[in-house]
């Protein structure tokens, strides 16, 4: 039994799909989670038929909630502030 860990290492991250739209997710396993949205059937039911997906932008986070409610808070970022957080701005 895999027990979800809530605290380690979380990374919140943008991703930008083929259609030049951006999907937003967090995962305790950054690689293995953009390998899921390229390649397997596990990834974002979004991303899915907008392949391939290239990283954009990422952050790490020590604890699962801070995470959590950092992704909620980029979901509701408009496509503008979006490109200012992936330049830095």
Same mark, same amino acid.
């Given at each position: ?16 799909? /083929?259609?030049?739209?951006? +999907? ?6 950054? &690689? !293995? @989670?953009? *390998? ?21 932008? /990422?952050?790490?986070?020590? +604890? ?6 950092? &992704? !909620? @808070?980029? *979901? ?14």
């Amino acid at each position: 039994m895999n027990k979800f860990k809530r605290s380690g290492q979380f990374s919140v991250y943008l991703v930008e799909c /083929s259609d030049h739209t951006f +999907y937003a997710g967090y995962t305790n396993d950054l &690689e !293995k @989670r953009l *390998k899921e949205h390229n390649d397997g059937p596990r990834g974002a039911r979004y991303t899915r038929y907008k392949r391939p997906v290239k990283l954009v932008w /990422s952050k790490v986070y020590k +604890y699962f909630r801070s995470a959590f409610l950092e &992704e !909620k @808070r980029i *979901k509701r970022l408009t496509r503008a502030q979006k490109e200012r957080l992936i330049s830095g701005g």
